[in-house]
């Protein structure tokens, strides 16, 4: 059974930064789609941000330009740089394999709030 490890969430006002890390017990980590999913209060689970085993990234468009995800193969960690945070990206976030996902972690909080 993988285990998904989130951090690096807090409280941090509009405009400021905040790199969230992901740690995964997977074998064979570098082969999967990883990805970076919230949920706001009353909202859906959506994915925000993506990336292939070949470092290839895909972002929603309301995080892109903003959010960068990157992974780090070797130590089995996948990691979102969020910029210029919003109100609007308050939410838990979470990362997971993209498709054919693993049992959820507990996720890290952002709350944005000036």
């Known amino acids: 059974q993988v285990q998904l490890v989130e951090s690096g969430g807090g409280l941090v006002q509009p405009g400021e930064s905040l790199r969230l890390s992901c740690v995964a017990s997977?074998?064979?980590?570098?082969?999967?789609?990883m990805g970076w999913y919230r949920q706001a209060p009353g909202k859906q689970r959506e994915l925000v941000a993506q990336i292939d085993s070949t470092d290839n990234t895909i972002y929603a468009q309301s995080v892109q330009g903003r959010f960068t995800i990157s992974r780090d193969n070797a130590a089995k960690m996948v990691f979102l740089q969020m910029n210029s945070l919003k109100p609007e990206d308050t939410a838990v976030y979470f990362c997971?394999?993209?498709?054919?996902?693993?049992?959820w972690g507990q996720g890290t909080q952002v709350t944005v709030s000036s």
């Open positions: 997977a074998s064979f980590f570098g082969i999967y789609m």
């Open positions: 997971n394999r993209v498709v054919e996902e693993w049992e």
